[in-house]
């Protein structure tokens, strides 16, 4: 039996250089390592790049290749920047083995992307911004950064897959939405959840900001691709062509006016689908005279005032489904993103005299 291997001794910390004279720009190179270095006043305000180029003895090149690819900290954020000015007393890192951020992003979306998964469905909630699926028109990058890109990597890199993990699009969501969708794992399941869909028995329930004061009630209305005036919307004088939509809408909250008499800015309301059509949710608040806050495509005709917000402000809350392998109730619930919330909270503060 030959002898057991001497353990290998691990890694030195990265070593502390504070010497100013590591600060000389035009000594030799070599090739980038793990490092940590106090600015001295020699490179007070000097650009990331230089600082790095000066402190690590690295070349120009690999000073901004290390920034680019977020192996830098300053104190201890990433700092993406080689233009960033340094100042004299401030701790900078080099640490190679840092993850560049864009998989640091795309691993925390991945943890909060999937929220159920098993052979036949997978339930995600969707972050804004984010198309569901590709149109045709994107560039290579934006088609592998849609929602149902991401899944099926999430999927094949947890389910040990070789090449694109199977998955169905069983329903949409604007790339301005937030929430929860599902896709069918299997086409078996996609025919399940399709005829769901078909007779109306998916529960699906928005949460929205709305202008006004929204009233409880329904919505039901052919929509066509175009009403007459280039925009996607109900059927003139209650012809039946097109889609037929409806929505039910349930008041939840007031929240503050803008003018002096105190009148309602904003409803916080729920929307349930009965049935699915393209904007339909939009079309019908805004036709109805309460477009959603955050809209740009149906404020036509709405005269009074916008409530400035970072994107639509349309969630989809709560998702409920038959499963398709054996008809057991499925029910899910998310709460809505960060956004959301942040606009509405600033809504629901009491508003200040004089304020605009």
């Known amino acids: 039996m030959p002898p057991p291997r001497p353990a290998r001794p691990a890694p030195p910390p990265p070593q502390d250089h504070a010497d100013p004279t ?22 007070d305000r000097r650009p990331l790049d230089g600082a790095i180029r000066a402190l690590a003895s690295v070349s120009w090149s690999d000073a901004r290749r290390l920034i680019e690819t977020g192996k830098v900290l300053v104190g201890n954020a990433v700092a993406m ?10 701790r900078i890192e080099v640490r190679l ?11 925390k979306l991945e943890v909060e992307l999937v929220v159920y ?4 469905v997978v339930v995600v909630n969707k972050p ?14 934006e088609q592998a950064a849609t929602l149902d890109a991401l899944v099926r990597e999430v999927l094949a890199r947890r389910d040990r897959l070789r090449g694109r993990a199977p998955l169905g699009v069983v329903q949409r969501l604007d790339k301005g939405t937030s929430g929860l969708l599902v896709f069918a794992r299997t086409l078996a399941a996609k025919k399940h959840l399709a005829q769901q869909l078909r007779v109306r028995s998916m529960h699906r329930q928005y949460l929205a900001l709305a202008h006004g004061a929204v009233p409880r009630g329904t919505h039901r209305s052919y929509l066509v691709e175009d009403r007459g005036d280039g925009l996607r919307g109900s059927a003139r004088d209650g012809r039946r062509e097109g889609q037929l939509a409806v929505t039910h809408v349930e008041p939840i909250e007031t929240l503050r006016g803008l003018d002096e008499a105190g009148a309602a800015g904003v409803t916080l309301v729920a929307c349930r689908l009965e049935t699915g059509r393209t904007h339909q949710i939009r079309i019908h608040l805004a036709e109805a005279g309460h477009p959603l806050v955050g809209e740009t495509v149906y404020v036509r005709d709405h ?18 489904f038959s499963h398709p392998s054996d008809d057991r109730p499925m029910r899910f619930q998310a ?9 509405l909270e600033r809504l629901r503060q009491p508003r200040q005299k004089g304020a605009t």
């Open 22 to 43: 590591a600060a000389d720009p035009t000594g030799p190179v070599r090739p980038p390592q793990d490092g940590r270095w106090t600015v001295p006043a020699a490179l």
């Open 81 to 90: 920047s080689a233009r960033r000015r340094v100042l004299s007393g401030e």
């Open 97 to 107: 083995s840092a993850p560049r951020p864009e998989t640091v992003r795309r691993r």
């Open 117 to 120: 998964a098993d052979a036949s």
């Open 128 to 141: 804004a911004g984010v198309s569901t699926i590709p149109y045709g028109d994107e560039d290579p990058a």
């Open 303 to 320: 005269r009074g005032p916008r409530i400035p917000a970072p994107r639509l402000m349309l969630h989809a809350a709560e998702l409920g």
């Open 335 to 343: 709460p809505p993103p960060a956004d959301f919330d942040e606009v």
